[in-house]
């Protein structure tokens, strides 16, 4: 989901800039002067959007952070707490990675 907005603010910044500001400031270039601020925000929202998927990727198909999200509300006790099934899925994690440590 994060990565196609990633891809749709892209392609918002990519046809404004080549299109839709040439033709604009063809016509009148106030017009294409007004439309500067929210070129601007395109520009802050894909930087945003690029950083949020870096420090949150998928690994397998899998985004970590929002099964640790899932996890967390789901488990029985109080939101926030470390439960039952953070612990399940923290010991087979480490299982998986001791498995390709040693190879096999």
């Given at each position: 989901?994060?990565?196609?907005?990633?891809?749709?603010?892209?392609?918002?910044l990519t046809s404004l800039a080549l299109a839709v500001l040439p033709l604009f400031h063809s016509i009148d270039p106030l017009a294409a002067y007004a439309q500067l601020p929210y070129l601007a925000w395109l520009v802050y929202?894909?930087?945003l959007n690029r950083e949020i998927c870096r420090l949150n990727?998928?690994?397998?198909?899998?985004?970590?952070?929002?099964?640790?999200?899932?996890l967390?509300?789901?488990?029985g006790g109080e939101a926030g707490e470390y439960n039952e099934?953070?612990?399940?899925?923290?010991?087979?994690?480490l299982q998986k990675a001791a498995a390709r440590y040693a190879g096999l």
């Open positions: 989901c994060l990565r196609t907005g990633l891809v749709v603010n892209l392609l918002l929202a894909t930087v990727p998928m690994v397998g198909g899998v985004n970590e952070a929002m099964v640790q999200a899932d967390c509300a789901g488990g099934a953070m612990l399940e899925y923290d010991l087979k994690k």
